[in-house]
């Protein structure tokens, strides 16, 4: 089996439509996919109805959270969407997003780039807007080649010089919203330098002591040496390690599957979830 546990579509900040997703997962030989968009699950129900037969989606997203100054995000796979606690708190994060991304609009132009927020505004679309959207203003302009070289301190990283924060959760309270909306959690490539500032690992261990699931090991993000230390933090703190795309279709070099999930390790999900059901493809609709 070959299963990818991390993507993302235009209901965030990817550029394949939640529909379009499923379908390039089959393609690209996937048995298993998670759309995993950024605080939201605006997708599901469009994937849910084009999962092409052979197929499986799991349902989830990627919360954003903030640790003493420190920004990580947590993959939560199948929970329930309509728990009340936890689509309150998404919808907080949400709605932040927008003056957050109009404010670093205004510090790019601060800082003499040429941008304008509707340029932005139509690069997201109906997307829940964020800094990836910002990046592509910025290849657009030519200030950047590419939407990786937008995320250094130069511009949108965290702490950057455009950088603006937002409303996010504690990792603390979201994995306990998540768990009690019977869902399944794992802390999103933990140790992405090039992202910026990562959080200790003995914040990793609390997190675990708290009832985090698992760590994404292995992720574009991640060297081969760090790879294989998060395997080993995760053998020692008995958690799960999986393996992911964190697609977002031309936005980012990734392809679908660069990254996979051991099918122990995605068992062990399903068991441990109740607050959702992966949807097993059945033909979907036609494109």
């Given at each position: ?81 309509d ?14 997003r927008?003056?957050?991304?109009r ?48 995320f ?115 068992g ?5 979830a ?14």
């Amino acid at each position: 089996m070959r299963i990818d546990l991390h993507t993302h579509s235009t209901a965030s900040d990817g550029t394949d439509t939640p529909a379009e997703l499923v379908r390039n997962a089959k393609a690209a030989g996937l048995d298993v996919v998670a759309l995993t968009d950024h605080d939201t699950t605006r997708g599901h129900a469009e994937a849910m109805k084009a999962v092409p037969e052979g197929l499986t989606l799991v349902t989830g997203a990627e919360l954003s959270c903030r640790l003493n100054g420190t920004g990580l995000h947590l993959l939560a796979y199948l929970f329930d969407a309509d728990d009340p606690a936890l689509l309150a708190e998404r919808e907080l994060v949400r709605d932040d997003r927008v003056p957050r991304a109009r404010a670093m609009v205004g510090k790019l132009q601060e800082l003499g780039v040429d941008i304008e927020w509707e340029r932005v505004a139509r690069i997201a679309g109906d997307g829940s807007i964020g800094r990836p959207h910002i990046a592509e203003a910025l290849v657009e302009l030519g200030v950047v080649p590419t939407v990786s070289d937008a995320f250094t301190e130069d511009w949108l990283a965290n702490g950057g010089r455009a950088y603006a924060d937002k409303h996010e959760l504690d990792p603390f309270e979201a994995i306990r919203l998540v768990k009690a909306a019977g869902g399944v959690t794992v802390f999103a490539h933990p140790l992405a330098v090039k992202r910026g500032e990562v959080v200790p690992e003995e914040a990793i261990a609390d997190l675990a002591q708290a009832g985090l699931d698992g760590i994404e090991a292995d992720h574009m993000d991640h060297d081969p040496a760090t790879r294989a230390r998060l395997k080993g933090l995760a053998a020692e703190l008995g958690l799960l390690a999986t393996g992911s795309s964190d697609y977002h279709g031309s936005r980012k070099t990734c392809s679908l599957g660069e990254y996979t999930t051991d099918p122990e390790v995605y068992g062990e999900i399903i068991r441990r979830a109740t607050g959702a059901f992966p949807v097993p493809g059945a033909g979907g609709v036609p494109a």
